[in-house]
């Protein structure tokens, strides 16, 4: 009898343990809605500025507290498949496999397309050329040493903008020469400004939206033209050309929720592809995925 109760303690343990995590888990839940409570929003760190006027207008607007942690977009994922937080904001969907990881949690993904980005490429302002081409750039990546491109700066070796260019040139990594990474866009934005002949890779958002630290650097850089592949035309990281399709290093924007129950990811995803979220993406110089409507109010008789 005794030899039954000492096996059976690790078993009552262990539901006492699986009890109080649920009841935690069900007591969070009932202290959050779409619209109130608190909650971390995990954050790619090339975007980051757009979605703090997001949070600054939504905490404004309603009884809820956000907590924005930018990271990498692998250091963004590896903390989104942990659980630190179950509502993320990336340049891409989730891959079949981080799909399937949470199917088998039961949880149906929510994605929600909030904008249209753009990659921008920076040099010096004592580089005379601003135009750029993309099959340059991809034999660079490649390895290739008879191009014009001295190096490439990027902002973090696990960031969106490494893979968004490795897949594009079709290569597994950056090569090993020729290649400077930081950790944020901020310093990105300093070395180009201060070494000509590098080319600087960035999410156009800290350009649109500079912060204190990069705004004195921003006058000693040139935002390049770039022509695509198999192109003849070069064309500028601009709204009018996002929208158009024509500028090669646009990419979309997504919020991806996996709360699996209606909370802040939810509230917060219908904000942002909403009138008010879609003015703020339109003011913020990217591309809208709804375009806000504008009331015009005719007179018939002026006074």
Known sequence: MKKIKFLLYPFFFFVAVLFVSCKQSEAKKSKETIIKGKTVLLVDETIKPLIEDQIAVFENTYEAKI????????ELMQAFLKDTSRIVV??????VDEAKFFEQLNIKPRVTKIATDAIALISNKKDADTLIAMKDVVAFLKGSAGTKIKGLV??????????????????KEVPHKGVYSFKSNEEVVKFVSENDGMIGVIGV??????????KDYLTNINVLSVQGLNKNSYFAPTQNNLAEGTYPLARDLFIINCQGYSGLGMGFASFLAGEIGQRIVLKSGMLPTKMPGRKILIKSRIK
């Open 67 to 74: 907590i924005l942690e930018a990271k990498s977009e692998k």
């Open 90 to 95: 990336l340049s891409r969907q989730l891959s």
């Open 154 to 171: 990027f902002d973090n070796p696990n960031s969106s903008t490494v893979r968004f260019m490795t897949t594009l040139a079709g290569v």
């Open 205 to 214: 958002n800290w350009l649109l939206q500079p912060t204190v630290n990069i």
